[in-house]
């Protein structure tokens, strides 16, 4: 029988999945322990599985098939320290890191997704891409460099488009994605040949 912690976690994968399919009209699915397959010591597995089978087996949710630099990690907990965020030295938050990383192809967006007992969901990604927000934590890992929190609703209202131009688009490739909404804002994300402009923009919301 599994175990309560077990049952929340992929409940929330279950609930992130269902959000993500509504919000784009695609279908977005859970695959439980997915990423273990591939991730960690069994790396090596990649090199005998296709380029389809690793999607399928990479992070918590498979995305629509033109997804195909999407990686995501959904966690469910009753608490986190969030003071350790601001301190640069948050444990619980670099084991998440490890278990999102272990399984990143060089060209994906890399998202992670929590939820907090009666704190909220949040959204943590890597701040070398562009994002908009004026609301965000920012954390360095030792291990994975830069990342921002952002909370969950502010992110999916600023970054929807964002997020899919990142994850159907090869960033290594000479790409320009232009993101129009219907407010005094536009973000332009400019991924230039074989390197991602690296300046940390974080876009200030006018309402």
């Excluded at 030792?142 to 899919?164: C, G, P, S």
Aim: proline share 3%; aromatic share 12%.
């Amino acid at each position: 029988m599994p175990s309560k912690s077990k049952i929340k976690g992929s409940g929330f994968e279950n609930e992130l999945a269902k959000f993500l399919s509504s919000l784009y009209g695609e279908s977005f699915v859970r695959i439980p322990n997915s990423g273990a397959y591939i991730g960690g010591a069994n790396t090596h597995r990649k090199n005998r599985l296709s380029e389809n089978q690793i999607k399928s087996f990479k992070g918590d949710i498979v995305p629509p098939d033109s997804w195909i630099y999407f990686n995501a990690e959904a966690k469910n907990y009753a608490d986190f320290p969030f003071h350790q965020v601001l301190t640069g030295k948050c444990k619980q938050l670099d084991t998440w890191l490890e278990q999102l990383m272990a399984v990143a192809e060089p060209n994906d967006v890399n998202i992670l997704v929590f939820k907090i007992n009666r704190k909220g969901r949040f959204i943590c990604v890597q701040s070398k891409l562009t994002w908009k927000s004026d609301h965000f934590i920012y954390y360095t890992s030792e291990k994975f460099q830069d990342w921002i929190i952002i909370e969950f609703d502010h992110f999916w209202q600023h970054n929807k488009e964002v997020l899919k131009g990142y994850s159907t688009t090869r960033i290594s490739d000479t790409t320009s994605i232009i993101i129009e909404e219907n407010r005094d804002t536009k973000s332009i994300l400019n991924l230039t040949s074989n390197t991602l402009i690296h300046s940390i923009n974080i876009y200030d919301i006018k309402m």
